[in-house]
């Protein structure tokens, strides 16, 4: 299904802000301006101003207008949000800090999956990496194999806050390939890494899937930090 005119005008509008067209304290067209802007009814921006308000990124006052907030109080978590961040401008500071915000979870994540992972969540996981491997040389898919790889492990942990975070690994990683420009060397390269986690969950061991995550992570993170200069 097609989004709604809200929505779509919501996209737009959100993309504008995290990319900085619109600066946070800055206040934003007016419903006529943005109507006729999108070509669409003064209703159907009001309800997309209504979704944005809703994500922490604009705040309404009558008699004043619609003011961009600061990052503070955007809901960064969101999978909109974080979506629209993807076709910005490379951001290194907010890419450093998603993978530090992985790193603060997906090691408890692999731990716990290593406890409680039935055999079809094994299965799940292995299917992940063998999808890895045989999309090396495809990036796209490669990236995807990735996510559902990373993805497959919080599902296996069977905790739901866990497992809702699985939009952030993807957005981390879509982001990341911007500053890596992988090649199939590379992705090969880092198969085995993936394959140790695995072993590690499909061996019940959850002490050493822990720190094979971490390491896993942690390397890719000071990988990043490498090629932004940071």
Not at 38 to 52: G, N, P
Not at 126 to 144: G, H, P, R, Y
Not at 199 to 221: P, R, V, Y
Request: aromatic share 6%; glycine share 4%.
């Amino acid at each position: 299904m097609s989004p709604s005119l809200p929505v779509q005008v919501a996209k737009e509008l959100g993309r504008r802000i995290v990319a900085g067209t619109y600066t946070p304290g800055s206040l934003i067209d007016d419903e006529n301006r943005l109507a006729e802007r999108f070509q669409v009814s003064r209703v159907v921006v009001r309800d997309a101003v209504k979704i944005l308000v809703g994500k922490g990124l604009l705040d309404v006052r009558r008699g004043i207008g619609t003011r961009v907030k600061t990052r503070d109080n955007w809901a960064l978590l969101d999978d909109d949000v974080l979506a629209w961040h993807l076709s910005a401008p490379l951001n290194p500071e907010f890419l450093t800090q998603l993978m530090e915000f992985r790193l603060a979870f997906e090691p408890k994540a692999a731990s716990v999956a290593a406890q409680r992972a039935t055999p079809e969540d094994i299965k799940a996981i292995e299917d992940a990496l063998n999808e890895m491997q045989s999309s090396v040389s495809d990036l796209d898919k490669f990236v995807i194999a990735d996510a559902h790889f990373h993805g497959a492990i919080l599902r296996a942990s069977h905790n739901e806050l866990f497992i809702s975070m699985e939009c952030v690994i993807f957005s981390a990683l879509l982001v990341s390939i911007k500053v890596t420009n992988q090649s199939a060397e590379s992705n090969h390269a880092s198969i085995p890494f993936h394959k140790e986690v695995f072993d590690a969950i499909s061996q019940g061991d959850s002490d050493k899937a822990l720190a094979l995550t971490e390491n896993l992570l942690a390397d890719a993170k000071a990988n990043l930090a490498k090629l932004m200069n940071i």
